[in-house]
């Protein structure tokens, strides 16, 4: 960025890493960005995948190929369904 690279970043870590980088330059894209950005979401857990191992092509956390507490969808898709998907108030 310092040498005029334009980066950006969206969706997950991007969007994170774009919020904490968007001082210096880095240009963040969509509702994940902008909800850092504006302190809804705070930390990387909100975004984060847990995925397999290379034996099972690091696929995503399904507990029908290996077991796992994790959850295979990021707090903050699960939190965009429940919004999009809620009855009006």
């Not at 240009?27 to 950005?37: L, M, N, P, Q």
């Not at 507490?69 to 999009?84: C, E, I, Q, Y």
Request: hydrophobic share 45%.
């Amino acid at each position: 960025m310092a040498q005029g690279i334009h980066v950006f970043g969206a969706a997950s870590i991007g969007a994170l890493r774009a919020a904490e980088l968007d001082v210096f330059g880095m240009r963040g894209i969509g509702d994940i960005y902008e909800a850092f950005r504006d302190g809804l979401l705070e930390d990387d857990d909100e975004v984060a995948v847990l995925h397999g191992p290379e034996e099972l092509g690091y696929a995503a956390a399904d507990p029908k190929r290996w077991s796992t507490s994790a959850p295979p969808l990021p707090k903050a898709g699960a939190a965009a369904s429940v919004r999009r998907n809620a009855p009006p108030a």
